[in-house]
């Protein structure tokens, strides 16, 4: 079992970028393949990015792509989403999440955490 904490959530203008950070307890942190989510008012739940156990590979949404970054370090039991020209519609809360399968649907991902607000005005 894992226990994941994001932070580095708030408030920015568009074109800025932010750093999220999940941090992980539990000793076999390597074994399971991370992802982000987000969710926006009124919507469903959204794959952004997910990256596997070695983090040799990484994954992204189309909306994402080229703006976004995740990546991990095992040895700190630490996940990161470098977010750069950040957009209006990129505003949700943002979850970090964790499984022993990778996984880019967000259903099934099976650990979450408690998630970090993220708006971007225009």
């Known amino acids: 079992q894992v226990q994941l904490v994001e932070s580095g959530g708030g408030l920015v203008q568009a074109g800025d970028s932010l750093r999220l950070s999940c941090a992980a307890s539990g000793r076999t942190f390597s074994s399971y393949a991370l992802g982000w989510l987000r969710q926006a008012p009124g919507k469903e739940r959204e794959f952004v990015a997910a990256?596997?156990?070695?983090?040799?590979?990484?994954y992204y949404a189309d909306s994402v792509k080229g703006r976004f970054t995740i990546s991990r370090d095992n040895a700190k039991n630490m996940m990161y989403l470098q977010m750069n020209s950040l957009k209006p519609e990129d505003t949700a809360v943002y979850y970090c999440a964790a499984d022993l399968v990778f996984t880019v649907i967000p259903l099934q991902y099976d650990y979450w955490g408690q998630g970090t607000q993220v708006t971007v005005s225009s």
């Open positions: 990256i596997r156990r070695t983090g040799g590979n990484t």
